[in-house]
């Protein structure tokens, strides 16, 4: 198991280096394929020696080799966090086919959460590949769930569309469309994953509170990364806590 964790945390890394990519690109309608990664200061095309993730940021201590502008510290985080989850939810889920659904979900969270921390969007072109993932992996990993998973997305999505219809301004239809993306996911998970993302946009909404008073309410806060979290927690202890519930109110 350490040296699944430690080739799963390799991918993780990888997988965070194309993420920035994404994370850049989408939120400009710019294309993820083409052109190659390239300095934004000098526009000088990263070489593969400088695009190992993490440790080509640190050897270049954060600066383009060519006019030695700074690199934004978000690339070697971003991708040492998704090097983190993929390890964190291979070691609490084991080497089972579910890793095929678990792992880019969790991959899709990461992106949508910083993607709206910045723009405030939540882009389509992430969201549809992804629920089309759900759909056609889930048919082939775990057929027997898939029509549960079809209702806890509409379930998720219904929610939060009358959320966002109760408190117009106060949350987008993104965040409506990935708590229907994260049903697909979770099944029945999605329930404590929302409970979780509602849980911590409270506690943040009372700290605003004391701080600003009333004129928190005119702050906007993007809540993509509160599901981000949420579904995150879905993936690590969601069946587990929903088995929980069932045993302590729905069983004799």
Known sequence: MSFALAVFALLGAVVGSFLN??????PRGESIVRPRSRCPGCETPVATRDNVPVISWLLLRGRCRACRAPIDPRYPLVEGLTATVFALV??????????????????????????????R??????LLPAAAWALGVGAVVRPDALLASLLAAGVAFGALLIAALARPGGMGMGDVKLAGVMGLYLGSAVAPAMLGAFAAGSV??????????????????PFAPFLAAGGLLGVLAGPELVEMYVDAFLRA
């Open 90 to 119: 291979v070691a609490v889920r084991g080497l089972e086919a579910d890793l095929l659904l678990w792992l880019p979900f969790a991959a899709v969270l990461i992106t949508v959460a910083l993607i709206d921390l910045e723009h």
């Open 21 to 26: 990519v994404v994370i850049h690109r989408v």
């Open 204 to 221: 943040l909404g009372l700290v605003l509170l004391a701080r600003h008073g009333a004129r928190a309410r005119r702050v906007a806060v």
């Open 121 to 126: 969007i939540v882009p389509n072109r992430i």
